[in-house]
């Protein structure tokens, strides 16, 4: 069955960086767009970016421009999040999903996450 | 401050009809299409609607979607206690040029 995988927890400190890996199965990896979504504690859901697992084309919210990167490895079908500078309001749940959808970008959408991965930002 | 605005919560008993609704604006609900996500206590958001009122296979027809203008909602018959769950509505922005959510809807199944 489809499924993505993520990374174990992790705890850093403020200005530290923190790598979070998703591995998918059940499906052709590069077919499909990856995007990450973070949850911090009692709050909503915010997007971060997606990267295209075909060739690697990324977007990336504005607010997080300059700090976050995305990449993939299509030899292991993983995509990574790495986010630098961290600061205790990143302290967050970070999901990573498989992008559905074809033709414009309102077309697109999240059909299968990954369990999330706790990220806790803290001195 | 969400893009998309979602009352905060919302209640029903078992077996009623309860609407969950999502307001935005003409650069992401009005042009764009509408995406709602559930999100069960301490799991993951599963998707529950795509394309304004498509259901993914496995989710039940007693979830509904439908999209008018600046606002869209969520329709849910013969409520249960598992739909017991933050509901979030989605869409694209053009404005933006980013996905936004909204801030989501707690539902209490009484």
């Known amino acids: 069955q489809v499924q993505l995988v993520q990374s174990g927890a992790e705890v850093k400190k403020p200005g530290a960086s923190v790598k979070v890996s998703c591995k998918a199965s059940?499906?052709?990896?590069?077919?499909?767009?990856i995007t990450w979504v973070r949850q911090a504690p009692g709050q909503g859901l915010e997007w971060m970016g997606w990267?295209?697992?075909?060739?690697?084309?990324?977007k990336y919210a504005q607010k997080l421009q300059g700090r976050v990167t995305m990449t993939t490895d299509t030899s292991t079908s993983t995509a990574y999040m790495e986010l630098r500078s961290l600061r205790s309001d990143d302290t967050a749940v970070y999901y990573c999903?498989?992008?559905?959808?074809?033709?414009?970008?309102?077309?697109?959408?999240?059909?299968?996450w990954g369990k999330g991965t706790t990220v806790t930002v803290s001195s | 401050q969400s893009v998309l605005t979602q009352s905060p919560s919302a209640s029903g008993t078992p077996g009623q009809r309860v609407t969950i609704s999502c307001s935005g604006s003409?650069?992401?609900?009005?042009?764009?299409?509408i995406y709602w996500y559930q999100q069960l206590p301490g799991t993951a958001p599963k998707l529950l609607i795509y394309?304004?009122?498509q259901r993914p296979s496995g989710v039940p027809d007693r979830f509904s979607g439908s999209k008018s203008g600046t606002s869209a909602s969520l329709a849910i018959s013969g409520l249960r206690s598992e739909d017991e769950a933050d509901y979030y509505c989605?869409?694209?922005?053009?404005?933006?040029?980013?996905?936004?959510f909204g801030g989501g809807t707690k539902l209490t199944v009484l």
């Open positions: 999903a498989r992008v559905s959808g074809s033709g414009a970008t309102y077309y697109y959408y999240m059909d299968v």
């Open positions: 059940g499906y052709t990896f590069s077919n499909y767009l």
């Open positions: 990267i295209s697992a075909y060739n690697g084309n990324t």
């Open positions: 003409s650069s992401n609900i009005g042009d764009n299409n």
């Open positions: 394309w304004n009122n």
């Open positions: 989605a869409a694209w922005d053009d404005s933006l040029s980013a996905w936004v």
